[in-house]
């Protein structure tokens, strides 16, 4: 990967990376942070990344480094509390996405993941597969067992849509 | 693919997170429409799989960015001009080995009487074409001189023209032989009044042989080359050969006699 290879990879991968840290962690400054890691560990390994496997790449980094945070973390209801915080940011949030994105928060971190990868950046089992690190079956059934949570949650009492 | 109630969850899931093709997703979309009872449970999955149209920007996005040096800048460009240049020189060292092979190359080429030794000798050896043909000299009364021509001029219109004494030599011997029917047009040397030198010929001097002859039919500001010449040349050579073929055959048909066979008779034919 040249120098202007990895300067595309800033422009068109920067963004989605940092929403990707974002809704993940829940908090802007550790996404900001984890994401210049991404990048700085990609620019020092830049001869052994090929250019066209730069995003996969970014994004293991990112995920790895989240699970990171999350099990530093420990308690799931302080992630849950972040996560409260960081959509009452959110401006303009219709209310199917402010109660989805609590929903979000009541998942564990890799299902949370799982989705964010899914929904949030489009990828395919497989890809997802290759970025954590699990076979495509595991991802299939950790993604639905996360959308069945989901969708109790929507569907429950106090979340009727 | 036949869908049922046993497993029709997991086809909602899989068209959720969108991993069905079409044809599939058009059947699973069929199934639900003829049971009402899965309505819910499609849109409850779909509305888990929204997908964010939040924007996120990454702030100070350019503290990630790396200098590209105009050394880099540089490098980039050399490698696609090394290339350039290695094709360049390839070519130029192909064009100037093919001019030096060219200017090495004697003028001329092998004389008719030479062709004819190598035809006595039945072609045993190959035909020398690097013989050289030694130029004459012929001087005439008026002072007029006919130089005979090593190397042919470069182009027609630059300085007097001279005879090619060189290749009309074999030809004149030849002249007494040759019938008078085939007798070809006169080899003459087109002579040079010093006191005249004129950039075109004076046609009725001029009957143009070899290659004063066909550097006179060419116009005048065409260039003519040095090595188009000698191709000439060498056409003049063969053609002489073939017309020297051509009256030996001719003496021979004159001589002959034909004896024509109609049934049992036989005619004498002078």
Known sequence: MTTSEYNQCVHELADGLYRFACKSIGDKEEAKDMVQQAFTVLWEKREEVPPDKGKSYLFTITYRKCMDVHRARGRTTDAERLHENFLSEQPQTSDLKKILQKALATLDEQSRNLVLLKDYEGYRYEEIAKVTGLNSTQVRVYLHRARKILKNYLVSKEHVI | ?????????????????????????????????????????????????????????????ESLLQPETAVMLLRKMFVSLKMAAAVILILGLGAAFLLMFRSDVP??????????????????????????VRPEEKADGNNNTSKALVKPMRYAHKGPVHSVAAHSIPVARLKEDIPAELAPAAVAHITINPEQQSDTIIPEQVQPSGVAGVRAALPVWLPVQEENLQGVQDLIAHIQVLRVELQAKTKTLRNAIFVISIGDKQIPVN
């Not at chain 2, 079409?22 to 799989?49: C, I, M």
């Open chain 2, 1 to 61: 693919m036949k869908l049922n109630h046993e497993h029709i969850e997991e086809y909602l899931l899989l068209l959720a997170d969108r991993e069905l093709d079409q044809t599939t997703e058009d059947a699973v979309r069929a199934f639900v429409g003829q049971h009402d009872q899965y309505k819910p449970l499609l849109e409850a999955y779909l509305a888990t799989s929204t997908i964010d149209t939040d924007v996120f920007v990454f702030p100070d996005k």
């Open chain 2, 107 to 132: 003028s001329t080429g092998p004389s008719v009487a030479a062709i004819q030794e190598h035809k006595g000798k039945g072609a045993a050896a190959p035909l020398n074409r690097t013989a050289v």
